[in-house]
């Protein structure tokens, strides 16, 4: 254009113009054919490009229209359509592939729009609306939770949010910050630090999944607390295999003797009342042990603990498998470990554990993690089994909490069942965690206030499968009916061969192996739980024979099934309160004399142990021992 004049001239075809001629390169007859590839290629590219924006701009517009209520959410779903695209050499070639490769990216852009899981309302029940289907320690020690719903929920924006819950808590704390947050799919992954044993610990928290709606986080699944804790514990190959499975309840006064391995011992269960562990001593000789985790410093008794370290030492160095039995026993200085609900105080030596307050989870934690880290190797001893409370079902007699229905119970035991697995499980990967009920099956007694095993196992089940599954395990009592019958084969119309029966002794103990073969019930790897039967005992009130016939009885029963991984007898020696309601359960009686069971106890697991059985056949009343297996 002349700017002079406004008007558009070309010079003439034949008029150079008047500027210096520029030099030109000479080019090949290679370079003309490299310049011409090149011009061909940026013009495929530029063709594709085309037509993937174009197929992305139609899907979009389709997609806006179909679904108003998220469009941003839509335009960042879209798939990622780089492709590497390889351009023939031949010229001859290219036409065919390169309409190929339009047509396949175009059609995945598409494909992938239809696919695209629909939009939908939350219900009325916004957790209902997806799973979290893992929430796990992963390889890199972070906290990693995957959601898995049907369709993306509609709300205020495109994303999904992570949040870490108390265990307490019944919903998101008003001004709590998301930990992370991601687009909105049908799955997601969102993932967070785990800050383990620091002050912000989320070791013990649950976490819920939202989605922000008008204004407010709305959960949209149910909290899901962290199933593989093992995963950064520092004790791996703690859980000691027993030899067999006949176990006992140890005399304390004759750890040091030889008595345990002359009755060939190969499992033992000690108690440990929490409160009589904690607080400082007054011995120079066993100072105080200072424990700091999650940020604060706790104060343990050092002798007391020294007792515990002679009991589990001593056991471990025999070669015994040790089941320690925590309880909560009160103490005025440490009443943040009852369950506010129990503080009215209550006719049971033991408690309800706190998992309703913040103090309470803090300290369980606290000891639960001290004792895992103590002992899980040699230098103090080994504990392989925990048993978390006592018969919980007898609320009454040996778990105390003001009565309630029984899913308020078994949430607030369930809360710090939790805590103690977690706290030892990811200090002992190996170790084995179990819950306690007694022989009370299934009673349905009116206005009862106590609770049968089944309906807790039950709940227990329910409440943990559905907040992250755990593996578990059943301890379970199976005394006769009643305690001062010996005969466990004697007819009751309380013990029968199903799921129904009202109590579960030995005579009938296929009723509770049958039950935890049940699929809801399996573990996370969908084998049958761990079976402990951690407590029970046989009187001689009415003679030893009795008494050592009905051992005989029940540990023939307990090795046929290998579902039952331990039979430990109540108990070593006679207690005298025990003594005076007609319970003689001791192998030996107060004075140390060796009662008749002895003997059979001794030799049961053995090559010899017919010779030392075979008079009981006929008291039972059989000719074969297989006679006794259901």
């Known amino acids: 254009m002349n700017f002079k004049t406004g008007k558009n001239e070309k010079p003439a075809k034949d008029t150079p113009l008047k500027t210096k001629k520029p030099f030109r390169r000479r080019i090949s007859k290679n370079d003309r054919k490299g310049r011409k590839d090149m011009r061909r290629l940026i013009s495929i590219m530029a063709v594709l490009m085309g037509v993937i924006l174009l197929g992305a701009g139609a899907a979009v517009a389709f997609l806006f229209l179909s679904r108003k209520e998220e469009p941003e959410q839509n335009m960042q779903q879209a798939p990622d359509i780089s492709e590497k695209i390889e351009i023939p050499a031949q010229e001859e070639e290219i036409g065919s592939d390169v309409t190929k490769h339009i047509v396949t990216a175009g059609g995945a852009v598409w494909n992938s729009f239809k696919k695209r899981p629909a939009t939908v309302e939350l219900p009325e029940n916004a957790e209902d609306f997806a799973d979290i ?33 108390n265990t307490y808590d019944t919903g998101i704390l008003e001004g709590a910050d998301y930990l992370d947050r991601d687009y909105k799919n049908s799955s997601i992954n969102l993932k967070t630090s785990l800050n383990y044993n620091l002050a912000g610990s989320r070791l013990f928290k649950k976490f819920v999944i939202a989605v922000k709606k008008d204004g ?65 001593t007054s011995s120079a000789a066993y100072p105080t042990i200072y424990y700091t985790y999650n940020g604060k410093t706790y104060s343990f008794n050092g002798q007391v603990v020294a007792e515990y370290d002679i009991v589990f030492g001593t056991l471990t160095s025999k070669g015994i498998t040790t089941t320690a039995i925590i309880l909560n026993n009160y103490s005025s200085a440490y009443t943040q470990l009852i369950h506010p609900q129990a503080r009215g105080g209550g006719s049971a030596p033991y408690y309800m554990f706190n998992g309703a307050e913040e103090s309470g989870v803090e300290y369980m934690a606290a000891v639960g993690s001290f004792l895992a880290e103590r002992y899980s190797d040699n230098t103090h001893g080994r504990i392989s089994n925990w048993i978390i409370a006592n018969e919980i079902n007898a609320r009454k007699e040996w778990n105390h909490m003001a009565y309630t229905d029984i899913e308020t119970y078994v949430e607030e035991y369930a809360k710090a069942f939790r805590v103690f697995y977690t ?40 409440n943990i499968s559905s907040k992250g599954n ?16 010996a005969r466990t084969w004697q007819g009751s119309r309380y013990v029968e061969h199903g799921a129904g029966t009202s109590m579960i002794t030995m005579a009938n103990i296929e009723v509770l192996i049958n039950y935890m073969k049940q699929e809801q019930f399996r573990d996370t790897k969908g084998e049958v739980r761990s079976i402990l039967l951690s407590e029970q005992g046989y009187t001689s009130h009415a003679g030893e024979a009795l008494q050592a016939a009905a051992f005989a009885y029940a540990y023939y029963k307990v090795a046929a099934y290998p579902e039952i991984d331990g039979f430990l007898l109540n108990r070593e020696t006679d207690a005298g309160e025990e003594v005076a309601q007609g ?30 059985t075979e008079f009981a056949k006929s008291i039972i009343g059989i000719t074969n021992w297989n006679q006794i297996i259901r």
């Not at 893992?134 to 929920?153: F, H, M």
């Not at 755990?470 to 019958?485: R, S």
């Not at 009686?589 to 090559?607: A, N, S």
Request: charged share 25%; net charge negative.
């Open 133 to 165: 289907t893992e929430c796990i320690i992963d390889e890199n020690k972070r906290i990693s939770v995957t959601l898995e719903g049907d369709g993306i929920p509609k709300s205020d924006d495109k994303y999904y949010y992570l949040f870490a819950m």
């Open 583 to 612: 319970l003689a359960f001791g192998l030996s009686d107060g004075g140390g004399r060796h009662k008749q069971i002895y003997d059979v106890f001794k030799y049961i697991d053995t090559p010899e142990h017919a010779a030392h």
């Open 470 to 485: 755990i593996d578990w395990g059943v301890a379970q009592h199976p005394y006769n009916v009643p305690l001062t019958e």
């Open 423 to 462: 706290a030892i499980k990811s200090v002992s990967s190996s170790a084995r965690v179990y819950i306690s009920i007694d022989q009370q099956w299934d009673r349905n007694i009116k206005n009862n206030t106590n609770y049968d095993g089944r309906d807790i196992l039950d709940v227990f089940n329910r």
């Open 216 to 280: 407010q986080y709305v959960p949209v699944s149910t909290p899901s607390y962290i199933t593989n804790p093992e995963a950064i514990a520092r004790f791996g190959s703690v859980y000691q295999q027993p030899a067999s499975k006949k176990g006992l309840l140890v005399d304390p006064n004759k750890l040091r003797g030889s008595e345990l391995e002359d009755l060939g011992v190969k499992q033992a269960a000690y108690n440990i009342p929490v409160a009589r562990l904690l607080g400082p």
